[in-house]
């Protein structure tokens, strides 16, 4: 019977500390999710900027050049944000039907909103290739993502 209830006590204290250890340690297995902003749907990276709105306030543009996004060639970045506390910022450029893999080039603050930085497409075997670059705004209220597509053709 004494053996029964130092097991029974034994399994309830495992069972409180692993309650505490998951509460605490959650934020970091499990991230809050993301909020999106809605891009404008007729706007075209090849052409000029885009910007994307959030619901909650607050919009972010991304330009790209050289217009016309080449392939292997070095892009110039500027995310410009209005509404948005971000510390820090990043472009995450993803194939959409194909994966391109880790390329996520991060932009550096260079004046109020603004912020610059490199990157490059890489050449798909696709003659035509869909991309998504999201922007990915870190914010003391969390990640804010703008995801915005266009294609590329070799």
Known sequence: MANRILWG???ALIAAIL???SLKFRPLALPDAARLAVPDPDCDLRAGPCTGRFAGGG???LDMEPRGLPLARPLELRVTTRGVAADAVALDLVGVDMDMGYNRPSLVPAGAGLYRGQGMLPVCVRRRMTWEARVLLSTPDGLLVAPFRFATSR
């Open 59 to 61: 919009e972010v543009t």
């Open 19 to 21: 309650g505490v250890v």
């Open 9 to 11: 006590l034994l399994i």
